[in-house]
């Protein structure tokens, strides 16, 4: 058995562990993300059935048997177009089997029930999954650490090469960054590059318009790559040249809290407490109503996944979890900055995956 069977059928002894706990005969995977997380298969149609003995099978269409036999070597695929409905088929007697209601529709949940032999009950089931994927396993953090360090990269090289200047639009902007990161090895962008300058800055999510750099911008730029199904996540605000004394103070703050965030990232640290410390400094410079989001998120498979570093969060961070600190200000029709590093929690300080200087550049 390779390493990679190894690590995926560990992941199945995770979550049949937890079916039992629940009283789960069978839980039914539809969601792709995690038909890779516990297959490795990551093609575009997919299901995995796992039974509480760890037996597992997959399904998937024709387009892709080649492709999962190559991906899934220690479970024997079944090639069909009625993916669900051949796998519940296979079940026998009383059974209960889970369903991710996250990722089912009441229409999809209802279709599935009528695919069910007699006897075999379908469980709506929360969150079970995304658990198991909180903790980082050895490859998924040296996969998280690989894309991170592309991403980088690719902002260094576009600094370098004086691709941040006045005159130049967002969107030009972000769609240089975007072919320097596929240069790279990054199959695509992990989501929409932001680039945000001058008072666009204040819009958390602005996206990348068509408003030229003018000198004396801030320019926040908030993007990430995707390989081999994983994700980075990182921002930098830069400057156009010389800023004014008040965007320097607004950059100065932003960069204290988040600097207390990531020494905050400790194993045992409740996750609002890791929160407070980017707002509390925010709050006593007085800017406070201008801090309009939570403090971060996990990331891996997904961009945005379990913990979340906010007020309201729930639980503790631990080592193994993965976490972002990106406290931002945000003052309408002026400016506005945000700083984010990707964080992996381990036994002592958090390793910071986002390498770029977060020191203010006057480019």
Known sequence: MTLADTRFSNRRRKLATAMAA???????????????????????????????DQSAAISTDGRYATQIAEEVPDITATITSAITKDLLQKLEGPRRVG???????????????????????????????????LIKDNVEIERLTGVAELASQAL?????????VAGRTERQIAADLEYRMRLLGAERPSFDTIVASGPNGAKPHHGAGDRELQEG????????????????????TVAVGKIDDFSREIYDIVLKAQEAGVRAAT????????????????????????????????????????????????????????????????????????????????DGKPRNLSTPTKQLREL
Not at 115 to 130: K, W, Y
Not at 156 to 164: F, K, S, T, V
Not at 217 to 236: C, E, K, P, Q
């Open 99 to 133: 369903v991710e209601s996250d990722f089912v529709s009441i229409e999809q949940f209802k279709q599935l029930e009528k695919q069910c032999p007699e006897e075999v009950t379908l469980v709506p089931v929360s969150g079970m999954i995304e658990k198991i994927r």
């Open 267 to 346: 194993p045992g640290t409740p996750l609002a407490d890791i929160d407070a410390a980017c707002r509390d400094i925010i709050r006593e410079a007085g800017y406070e109503e201008y801090f309009v989001h939570s403090t971060g998120h996990g990331i891996g498979l997904d961009v945005h996944e379990a913990p979340a570093a906010a007020h309201t969060g729930q639980g503790k961070i631990e080592a193994g979890m993965t976490l972002t600190i990106e406290p931002g200000i945000y003052i309408p029709g002026k400016v506005g900055v945000r700083i984010e590093d990707t964080l992996v929690i381990t």
């Open 217 to 236: 911008d801030l320019v926040t730029i908030d993007y990430g790559a995707h390989r081999a199904g994983f994700n980075s996540d990182m921002t930098r």
């Open 22 to 52: 629940e009283r789960l005969d069978d839980f039914l995977v539809t969601h792709l993300i995690h038909v890779r997380y516990l297959s490795g298969f990551s093609g575009s149609n997919g299901a995995v059935l796992l039974s509480k």
């Open 156 to 164: 260094e090289d576009m600094i370098a090469a004086g691709e941040i």
